[in-house]
């Protein structure tokens, strides 16, 4: 069992930058597939980036080049940095950690991009 607790999230302008972090406590990162997700206001859950256990990453096609999955191990933390923002990046973020059939979810931090 993984618990994670993000923190980073805030009012940002467009343009502007966040590092959001997940930080785990239970079991170590390297043993699961680490996951950011967002939410936007009335939408579903998306994927936004990720990282397996062996560090390959992938990103939704909307943050290429703007978001950056990392991790930290001797830390057991996972950061999302965020980087020219975009009023559609509005959205509460979601850490995930999933292994086999377990799957764990933060409980979210808000960004909100405005002028």
Known sequence: QVQLVESGGGLVQPGGSLRLACAASGNSISSYGMGWYRQPPGQQRELVASITG??????????????????????????????????????????????????????????????
């Open 54 to 115: 062996g560090g390959i990453t992938n990103y939704a096609d909307s943050v290429k080049g703007r978001f950056t999955i990392s991790r930290d191990t001797a830390k057991n933390t996972v950061y999302l940095q965020l980087n020219s923002l975009r009023p559609e990046d509005t959205a509460v973020y979601y850490c995930n950690a999933q292994r086999q059939w377990q799957n764990y979810w933060g409980q979210g931090t808000q960004v909100t991009v405005s002028p």
